[in-house]
């Protein structure tokens, strides 16, 4: 494994800032701007914050929103030996104090009212030039755990780096590009879009929570921004496809869209070819324990395009390795653990507040290379590296890894019980999170008592009694059962939508009641906000898939996201003249 030779990756920022101080280097969603002069002003009042805060042990904790003060953040963080843990957003607090305590008791947060004391003016032209690249930075990311609880993975610089200049190498930017910065810090891939953007002196557009969350208010983002380079998910990607499709629109300046987090399919990409002609696709794969990226697939304009799209072949400083059960190199052609070597290995995982080997993911071989086993299977056939499928019962949603495990943890915390549940990913109406709960604990049970303890992505889509929940002979969870469960399920609740209640009502209210189905929950109020409702992106694409398959229409995206109530649904859904009447 050849490893990238170590430079100062902050000697091109250093050049622009002083070259051209003035100029826009974010620009933000209302139309705001900053220049590279106050952003640098930003990043020494941050080093400076720090210095006052460092102390031998601490763990600095942040949760914050994208913004020029929280950018500036994560530059400030690799000029220092200081170690941070990036706090997903909007998620429990009983959650996020299980993180917190994890980290260890000399941890210090870091959130919006921070950045507003730590942010100051300073003589930034001289200071500037001593800004230098530490390669002493930790950066903690949160990952879903197989024991039911989240875990911290610590990233090294040295991964960051190779990260960042493979991208530099392998498709380098222009002058005049504008990158999309858009994935949320608590993502592991957010250090490229933030590091690789700015450091290399190329403007920035910010993308907020918020507006993440809206694939029409991200659409019209791109395009009157002009940005030329996307980095996001399949399921973003096809929301952007549908998007532009239904308004006739096309995103002419983006020259490079990056996908990654999911199985991206031949469908996709040639959808989203057809609305971004100059666009070239990338998809990456990699996990939050190899630092992100690992290996990458140019998908070709000409010819047929593979489906699914494969992981491709390693970035630099890196070796893809499959591995039978027992830890054995499977042969060229060959089903087996993809395993990941070389300079994105991550240091490991830290287990209150003391980094840990990983006994289970993380081996040292006898050579001293350092490998990881992903737990994905995957096969390699000349050369390049496909996805088959997983090893243990962790899935992908929305471009987070989820561990089943948590889920049922969180329901048996609910209902205060020591028995099991069973937690499963139904691949229909979109593909969903569901979980099948012995039948005592149905009034105890439900999303809005599971979203005390999960972030919204992880909350299931369905519930499904029963009185005993399948097992094995072992006495595991059965999962196969559970899932046949779930589809019973969803053919009762279809039939019951398409022959039996929904035909003797009226278009109002066959619309609340699916409505009702998708959130889990009575709804009140026809003008209540569907995702104050306790709605997601998620939840969402669940309602219209079913509201498409009882009317046989397709209500337009936009539309829903622009006015998401049950009487902006059924207004849609009425005839012209009942319209009228």
Not at 352 to 367: E, I, K
Not at 459 to 464: A, M, R
Request: with cysteine; charged share 20%; proline share 5%.
């Amino acid at each position: 494994i050849k490893m990238q030779p170590s430079h100062d990756l902050l000697e091109g920022f250093r050049n622009i800032v002083i070259q051209k101080p003035g100029d826009v280097c974010l620009t933000g969603p209302a139309g705001e701007q900053c220049s590279w002069e106050q952003l640098v002003k930003n990043i020494l009042a941050w080093r400076r914050w720090f210095n006052r805060k460092q102390s031998e042990g601490v763990t600095f904790a942040a949760r914050l929103d994208l913004s020029a003060k929280s950018v500036a953040l994560v530059i400030a963080a690799v000029t220092l030996p200081v170690k941070i843990a990036w706090i997903p957003l909007n998620i429990p607090a009983s959650r996020e104090r299980d993180m917190i305590i994890n980290l260890g008791p000399k941890t210090v947060l870091i959130d919006d009212s921070t950045a507003e004391e730590a942010i100051f003016a300073g003589n930034w032209i001289s200071d500037v030039r001593s800004l230098t690249w530490s390669g002493k930075s930790k950066f903690l990311y949160f990952t879903s755990g197989s024991e039911g609880v989240p875990k911290a993975v610590q990233v090294g610089m040295d991964a960051v780096r190779n990260r960042i200049t493979w991208m530099w190498n392998a498709y380098p930017y222009e002058s005049s590009d504008l990158v999309v910065v858009q994935k949320p810090l608590s993502f592991v891939a957010s250090f490229w879009e933030v590091l690789g953007t700015l450091l290399a002196g190329v403007t920035g557009v910010l993308i907020t929570n918020i507006e993440r969350s809206r694939p029409d208010v991200m659409f019209d983002r791109l395009a009157s921004s002009g940005a030329t380079h996307l980095f996001t998910t399949p399921p973003a990607l096809a929301s952007l496809c549908d998007i532009a499709t239904e308004q006739g629109s096309t995103l002419p300046q983006l020259r490079l869209a990056c996908s990654s987090a999911d199985q991206l399919m031949a469908s996709v990409v040639r959808q989203f070819f057809e609305i971004a002609p100059r666009a070239r696709v990338v998809n990456l794969y990699g996990a939050t324990e190899t630092s992100a990226n690992t290996t990458s697939f140019e998908v070709s304009r000409s010819g047929s395009i593979p489906d699914p799209i494969p992981l491709g072949e390693p970035i630099c400083a890196t070796k893809i390795v499959i591995r039978d059960m027992k830890g054995n190199e499977k042969l060229s052609g060959e089903e087996g653990q993809i395993c990941v070597q070389g300079a994105p290995v991550a240091d490991g995982y830290i287990v209150n507040g003391q980094l840990s080997p990983g006994d289970d993911a993380f081996f040292t071989l006898g050579s001293g290379q350092r490998e990881i086993r992903t737990g994905d299977l995957g096969i390699i056939k000349d050369g390049v590296l496909s996805l088959v499928g997983r090893l243990d019962n962790a899935v992908n949603i929305a471009g987070y890894k989820i561990h089943l495990e948590e889920v049922e943890r969180a329901a048996a915390r609910v209902a205060n019980s020591t028995k099991q549940c069973g937690a499963v990913y139904h691949q229909g109406s979109g593909g969903f999170l569901a979980l099948v709960i012995p039948r005592e604990w149905e009034s105890q049970v439900t999303t809005s008592r599971l979203a005390e303890f999960l972030p919204s992505y992880m909350i299931p889509l369905k519930i499904v009694t029963t009185q005993n929940v399948p097992r094995s002979r072992t006495g595991k969870i059965d999962r196969s059962e559970c899932l046949k469960l779930v589809t019973q399920s969803e053919l009762y609740d279809h039939d019951r939508i398409s022959q039996g209640q929904m035909q003797r009502n009226s278009v109002h209210d066959q619309v609340q009641n699916i409505w009702d189905m998708v959130l889990g929950k009575k709804s009140h109020g026809e003008d209540r906000d569907f995702f104050s409702a306790g709605g997601n992106s998620l939840r969402a694409v669940q309602l219209l898939t079913a509201i498409g398959k009882q009317f046989g229409v397709r209500v337009p995206l936009r539309n829903f996201y622009s006015n998401p109530t049950i009487s902006c649904l059924v207004s849609l859904l009425m005839p012209v003249e009942e319209r009228e009447q």
